[in-house]
C-alpha cells in the first residue's frame, strides 16, 4: 500500500468496514476530531453546512479515498462536476454511495 497523503494516517478502516463507518474514520483523521466526535456524524450530515469541512480537509478526504479505493473514489472529481447548491448539500451518506460504487 503506497504511503497516506502527507500529514495523515496510514492507518485505514478495515476494507470490509460499513461504508459508513469507513467515511466518519477518514473524515476524523482528515479533522483531527476525537472518536466521541464520531459518533455525531451521521449519513445525513452535510459536510459543509454540518461539519464545515475547508477546501483542504476535502482535498484530503479526497485522497485518503483515492488511496484506499483507487480512481473510482476520486471525491474531488466528484464535486467538480456538482453546483454550488449540490456542493452544499453533499452529505455523509452520499459519499458513502461514491465509495459503494468505487468497491463495485
Not at 28 to 40: F, I, K, M, P, Y
Not at 92 to 99: C, H, N, P, Y
Request: no cysteine; proline share 9%.
Amino acid at each position: 500500500m503506497p504511503p497516506a497523503p502527507p500529514g495523515l494516517s496510514n492507518a485505514l478502516p478495515p476494507a470490509d468496514a460499513a461504508p459508513h463507518d469507513d467515511i466518519v474514520e477518514l473524515l476524523r483523521q482528515v479533522t483531527g476530531e476525537d472518536r466521541e466526535w464520531s459518533a455525531g456524524v451521521g449519513a445525513a450530515t452535510r459536510l459543509d453546512g454540518d461539519l464545515f469541512l475547508d477546501s483542504i480537509e476535502l482535498a484530503a478526504l479526497s485522497g485518503l479515498l483515492v488511496h484506499r479505493y483507487g480512481p473510482p473514489g476520486d471525491l474531488a472529481a466528484y464535486v467538480a462536476g456538482l453546483d454550488l447548491d449540490q456542493l452544499i448539500a453533499l452529505t455523509v451518506g452520499d459519499v458513502a454511495d461514491l465509495v459503494i460504487r468505487a468497491r463495485s
